[in-house]
C-alpha cells in the first residue's frame, strides 16, 4: 500500500490542524491503521490506532481526550484531528498500515506514508 500523508504545518499552541493520509495500491479497508510521530531526537512513537472497519480504537496517553483517529474506507483516506495541540506535539507525523486489527508497536506496521511535519509555537 502506497500512502501519501498530508495536513501539517505550522499552529500556535492550543489550535487544531487535521491529518490525512490517502492510500493507494491494495484494498484500504483490508488494513487496520495507525499514526506514530517523531519528534527531533526521539524514537518514532505510537500515537493513534483504528481497526479495519473503524469500531476499535486506541490512543496514546498523550492524544487521549485531543485527538481523534478515524478513516473513511470509500475514499481511502484515514484522518487524524488534533486539537488543543501543545509544544511537545511537535513532530514528525507517519501513516502506516497493519495486518493486526489494531497495534502499537511500529514494528507490526508494514508501509509507511512519507510523513507530514507538524509545528506547535507557544
Known amino acids: 500500500v502506497q500512502l501519501q500523508a498530508s495536513g501539517g504545518g505550522l499552529v500556535q499552541a492550543g489550535g487544531s490542524l487535521r491529518l490525512s493520509c490517502v492510500a493507494s495500491?491494495?484494498?484500504?479497508?483490508?488494513?487496520?491503521m495507525g499514526w506514530f510521530r517523531q519528534a527531533p531526537g526521539k524514537e518514532r512513537a505510537f500515537v493513534a490506532g483504528?481497526?479495519?472497519?473503524?469500531?476499535?480504537?486506541y490512543y496514546a496517553d498523550s492524544a487521549k481526550g485531543r485527538f481523534t483517529i478515524s478513516r473513511d474506507n470509500a475514499k481511502d483516506t484515514l484522518y487524524l484531528q488534533m486539537n488543543s495541540l501543545k509544544p511537545d506535539d511537535t513532530a514528525v507525523y507517519y501513516c502506516?498500515?497493519?495486518?493486526?486489527?489494531?497495534?502499537?508497536?511500529?514494528?507490526?506496521?508494514?508501509?509507511w506514508g512519507q510523513g507530514t511535519q507538524v509545528t506547535v509555537s507557544s
Open positions: 502506516a498500515t497493519t495486518r493486526r486489527v489494531v497495534s502499537t508497536s511500529s514494528e507490526e506496521y508494514d508501509d
Open positions: 483504528i481497526s479495519w472497519s473503524g469500531s476499535n480504537t
Open positions: 495500491g491494495r484494498t484500504f479497508s483490508r488494513y487496520g
